[in-house]
């Protein structure tokens, strides 16, 4: 059972009362109905205070781990507590693959849906996209089912729900045929040329990640390409004016990649390639901060330079900060609803007093372009201003208190954003 009372990055204590972490669905089921306020908690990746609550709260991480494949149907049904990097490898066994990963397997699959969490690549909507339907425990102890399908009106607002709606305990995905995948860093992409190309660069590969310091004058180019999209030669040794790296990198420039995906183009399994970071090496406690804002797909070059402009408050606190683009979903509380969006990813040292002013100052410069924060990462808006910028929040709000009129999934965080 789970008796870690911190979140992974250690940066903060949850305040529940108890934490749970039941052995059967009955056990949760009574686990809720014997609650007034309770929260599910996932693996704890989370920054922000989504999963804290000063009442109960529940781990799935001892419920009995299932996966189940439907190869007819290309879909698979998982226990929601599992970590994505449990489900990829049986998944691969049968011969299918998620459409793609963030950059961590060790996160839990149903706290990583419930935040909009998602990975790179032109073509590649969030994690949530793939979800079909879930079964969750609701405030009074039922296990319902919801399916995009026959709930489809407010399915949107079901998946990507900060766990306000319930307890989810398994969900049905949508997979694809399993790949190959090579990776390939370049080195010393002019910034300059991104902000020139920034389309054809990001349409370099299944999937890419842009790495930068906001101090070099260049960035270092992740691309994860399909095997079977490219010349089996492999891609040119230079591209857009950088050079294929001869070693491999840890996204923070200095550190040992040991615990990093392989590399320098040798083919591998999907789930062993889109996540930047291997199931196997169990990551330490980070001593990290992180934030997310994504911007509309045309505004990457201006956003970019827009927080260039306050990069000597961005750069002492940085450890690195990654651009990704994420394709349009149609989640309500997606930072991707209905829009193909980059991602302006930044992980910091975790010295909160020294972060925070400096998330302040990067909404203020990111404002013009509607920016939404990753509801998992740090931010500073005030309650309520998330309204203006997520045009469903309401829709969901109504859903919550439809589906939950006593509030017993709420949090303060809930409470404050959502209302
Ligand atoms: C090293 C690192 C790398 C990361 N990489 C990425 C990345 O590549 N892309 C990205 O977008 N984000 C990334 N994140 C952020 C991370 O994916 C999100 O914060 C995610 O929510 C963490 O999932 P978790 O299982 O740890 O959830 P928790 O932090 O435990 O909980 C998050 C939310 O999910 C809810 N929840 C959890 N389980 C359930 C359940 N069974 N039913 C209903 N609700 C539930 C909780 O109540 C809470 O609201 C990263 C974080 C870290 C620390």
């Known amino acids: ?70 190869a007819a149907g290309s879909t698979v049904t998982v226990a929601a507590g599992m970590r994505y990097g449990e489900v990829c490898r049986e998944l691969h066994e049968h011969g299918f693959a998620m459409h793609n990963l963030g950059s961590l397997p060790h996160i839990s699959m149903a706290g990583a849906v419930a ?5 790179s690549g032109d073509g590649n909507a969030s994690l949530a996209s793939a979800v079909s339907a879930l079964e969750m425990v609701t405030a009074d102890g039922e296990l319902v089912t919801v399916d995009r399908d026959a709930d489809a009106e407010r399915f949107g607002g079901m998946v990507v729900a900060l766990g306000a709606l319930g307890i989810v305990v398994r969900m049905t995905l949508d997979v694809v045929p399993t790949f190959e995948v090579r990776q390939d860093v370049y080195e010393g992409l002019a910034l300059d040329t991104f902000e020139k190309n920034a389309d054809e660069i990001f349409a370099g590969a299944y999937s890419v990640s842009l790495f930068t310091d906001f101090v070099a004058p260049t960035m270092t180019a992740w691309l994860k390409s399909r095997v079977d999209d490219v010349d089996p030669a492999g891609p040119d040794p230079d591209w857009m004016g950088a050079r294929r790296a001869a070693s491999a990198h840890h996204p923070v420039p200095g550190m040992s990649a040991e615990s990093c995906t392989g590399q320098l183009g040798v083919p591998g399994p999907w789930y062993d390639r889109l996540p930047h970071f291997r199931l196997d090496f169990t990551p330490s406690n980070g001593a990290e901060l992180q934030s997310e804002y994504l911007v509309p797909r045309a505004a990457a070059a201006d956003a970019l330079r827009a927080l260039h402009g306050i990069g000597e408050h961005i750069a002492p606190v940085l450890q690195i900060c990654e651009l990704r683009t994420v394709a349009a979903d149609e989640q309500w509380l997606s930072p991707a609803y209905r829009q193909d969006v980059v991602a302006f990813h930044f992980t910091w040292v975790r010295d909160a007093a020294a972060v925070m002013p400096v998330l302040k100052l990067m909404e203020q410069q990111l404002a013009p372009y509607y920016a939404r924060p990753h509801w998992g990462k740090l931010f500073t808006h005030e309650p309520g201003h998330l309204r203006s910028l997520f045009p469903r929040l309401s829709d969901f709000r109504a859903l919550r208190h439809e589906l939950d009129p006593r509030g017993t999934f709420g949090n303060a965080f809930v409470d404050q954003h959502i209302g």
């Open 115 to 119: 935040t909009a969490t998602h990975g």
């Open 1 to 70: 059972m789970t008796t870690d009372r911190t979140n992974w990055a250690g940066s903060f204590s949850y305040d529940a009362r108890r934490v749970h972490a039941p052995r059967s669905e009955d056990e949760l089921r009574e686990i809720v109905a014997a609650s007034t306020r309770v929260r599910a908690l996932g693996s704890r990746h989370s920054f922000s205070q989504v999963a804290n609550t000063d009442g109960d709260l529940v781990s799935l991480a001892d419920l009995p781990r299932t996966v189940s494949v439907d």
